[in-house]
């Protein structure tokens, strides 16, 4: 399992959305900052996982979106975000998902990403946002 996370990274509340990730220090743009295996999941658990909360938690897995994953470390817990300072890649050959800075992230401010894989992707997502 390959879990590998910035220093300054640190897990939060986030007013009106529970858990969130944030930085220590200002991390400059195009910066990895998370890098995490994940357990992937076929369609059938797919369909078991959305009548419980791991459905808010887990990723879409595969070239045809039809498996699902779960990632370690923090990446489940970055919020989304319309305007999302990170963006996620998934490498679907190595199992792992990365988090990189799209822009400069400042001390204090959370990194977010927007769920719609994209970061500046405005599709409506599946719940209401409290951007």
């Known amino acids: ?5 910035a220093h300054c990274l640190f ?16 991390i400059p743009p195009m910066k990895t900052i998370e890098t995490s295996s994940v357990l992937v ?3 059938a658990a797919r369909k078991l996982l ?14 045809d979106e039809d498996q ?14 319309y305007e999302a300072n990170c963006e996620y890649f998934m ?3 190595q199992n792992l998902i990365t988090v990189k800075t799209m822009r400069k992230v400042l001390q204090g401010e959370e990194l ?19 951007d």
Not at 50 to 63: A, K, N
Not at 113 to 124: A, C, L, T, V
Request: proline share 3%; charged share 25%; glycine share 8%.
């Open 91 to 93: 490498d679907f050959e």
């Open 11 to 26: 897990v939060d509340e986030t007013p009106g959305k529970g858990r969130g990730v944030f930085t220590r220090e200002d």
């Open 112 to 130: 977010t990403i927007n769920y719609n894989g994209d970061w500046n992707d405005s599709k409506p997502v599946w719940f209401e946002t409290r």
């Open 50 to 63: 959305d009548q419980t909360t791991l459905h808010d938690y887990i990723f879409e897995w595969g070239s």
């Open 68 to 81: 699902c994953c779960v990632a370690w470390g923090y990446i489940s817990l970055y919020n989304h975000s």
């Open 41 to 43: 999941m076929d369609a």
């Open 1 to 5: 399992m390959q879990i590998k996370i």
